[in-house]
């Protein structure tokens, strides 16, 4: 299965409503504050960024 990082939760958060399949998440070792969104790399996440990037 082919995952992708997302490390900003506003990102996270409009993938994930906008029905991206979430894997897992959490805590960052280095960063305390900072929270790593693993997700599902398919078509419909590639569409969601392409999307959320224009």
Request: glycine share 2%.
């Amino acid at each position: 299965m082919n995952k992708k990082r997302i490390f900003e939760p506003e990102v996270a958060s409009y993938l994930y409503k906008n029905g991206a399949n979430l894997i897992e998440f959490f805590r960052d070792k280095k960063k305390k504050d900072a929270t790593i969104f693993i997700f599902e790399r398919n078509e419909k996440l590639n569409e969601l960024l392409a999307q959320r990037t224009r």
